[in-house]
């Protein structure tokens, strides 16, 4: 290993690069230097010590270029502090609109309560104790989706030679199915909503909406003016497979929505599409809402979603489609949650046996 000096142009300091090769970005600097001419003490204490870690990164370099191709990992190389690991392994692989990574690194550091956690402390009952942890606070899909981030972190670790054994190995992932299911609207009762008035107009209107476009709740609240055009709704959902954001044909209900609206935005300058209240306050509007239209179902702005898909299966539109229109890369959650999980009409269904002439 071999290091090269540079004067700067002052030529009073003199910077340390390493010299890896003759190709471009092959003589990268260490980040020391020392002074040329030291004045006083301070300057050769400074000299002193930064030729002593100049001779440390040396060092280290040396070993990990002498390791390479064995089983051995410097020490250097490691980091005490797991939660350390954690957070570098979120910073690197983090990507946009996939939250799943950084909320599992935010979970982990509710459970173990402290600031600082030893590899050696990441065992097989560690790991059952966090998924344990995960699947008593959150229900459906969210638990197993945290817990497997969690093991991308400890197989990386492995990996990289944390562990002589993957903690993980024999702790898989779980989900936590909701013991309540959640309501849909029939269609008959989204006719009765569009003629019953509600307290607060926007909520209607913005519930309305989603119900004819399969939007969350935090999609419709962020929706903006520029979202929307000549009748086409690009989500702010990314496809995993394009790159590229769902697009929905509005359905003429929902385009009519728009209509109102715009007349609106227009006086008074509005970029956001609705004007709502917090999710917990429109909910509340909905339950009246609900008792109002003769709607004995306990309804939240999440049924609107759940029924925008069983509808669509309804009318035998394939799962696949109903997948790409709610901003799903795969049909499993459309077949998993998104589904009728009650008989649309039970005294239909058995009249369809067989009777005696």
């Known amino acids: 290993m071999n290091l090269l000096k540079r004067s700067n142009k002052k030529g009073d300091k003199i910077t340390f690069y390493y010299d890896l090769g003759r190709g471009p970005g092959q003589r990268p600097s260490t980040g020391i230097f020392i002074y040329a001419k030291p004045k006083d003490q301070f300057q050769r204490n400074h000299n002193r010590e930064a030729l002593a870690l100049l001779e440390t990164k040396k060092s280290q370099i040396i070993i990990e270029k002498q390791a390479i191709g064995s089983n051995y990992i410097p020490t250097h190389k490691f980091k005490a502090n797991f939660l350390e690991y954690y957070q570098e392994y979120v910073e690197l692989n983090k990507r946009k609109r996939n939250r799943h990574l950084k909320n599992s690194l935010k979970q982990f ?19 059952k104790r966090f998924r344990q942890f995960l699947l008593d606070k959150f229900t459906g899909e969210t638990p197993g989706g945290y817990y497997a981030r969690f093991k991308w972190v400890v197989n990386a670790a492995a990996s990289d030679g944390y562990f002589q054994k993957n903690p993980t190995e024999k702790v898989f992932a779980k989900s936590n199915p ?6 849909n609207l029939e269609v008959h009762e989204y006719l009765r909503l569009l ?10 209107a913005a519930f309305i909406f989603s ?7 935090v999609d419709v609240k962020k929706l903006e003016w520029k979202d929307i055009k000549n009748g086409i709704l690009t989500t702010r959902i990314i496809q995993a497979k394009t790159g590229r954001p769902v697009t929905l044909t509005l359905h003429p209900i929902a385009q009519s929505i728009l209509e109102d609206k715009h007349k609106t935005a227009e006086i008074f300058g509005n970029e956001q599409v609705f004007s709502l209240p917090t999710a917990d306050g429109a909910n509340k509007t909905l339950v009246q809402w609900m008792k109002s239209a003769k709607i004995d179902k306990h309804i939240t702005w999440s049924c609107a979603r759940l029924s925008f898909s069983i509808l669509l299966q309804d009318k035998n539109v394939d799962d696949a489609t109903v997948a790409y229109l709610m901003g799903h890369v795969s049909t499993d959650q459309v077949r ?18 067989p009777m005696p002439n």
Request: charged share 35%; hydrophobic share 30%; aromatic share 12%.
């Open 109 to 127: 550091k509710f459970f173990i309560d402290k600031d600082f956690i030893a590899p050696v402390d990441i065992t097989e009952n560690f790991c």
């Open 178 to 183: 909701s013991i309540t299911l959640k309501e």
């Open 195 to 204: 003629n019953t008035p509600c307290l607060n107009e926007e909520v209607k």
């Open 211 to 217: 119900c004819y476009t399969g939007l969350r709740w």
């Open 336 to 353: 998993k949650t998104y589904k009728r999980h009650r008989p649309k009409d039970q005294v239909e269904t058995i009249r369809q046996l």
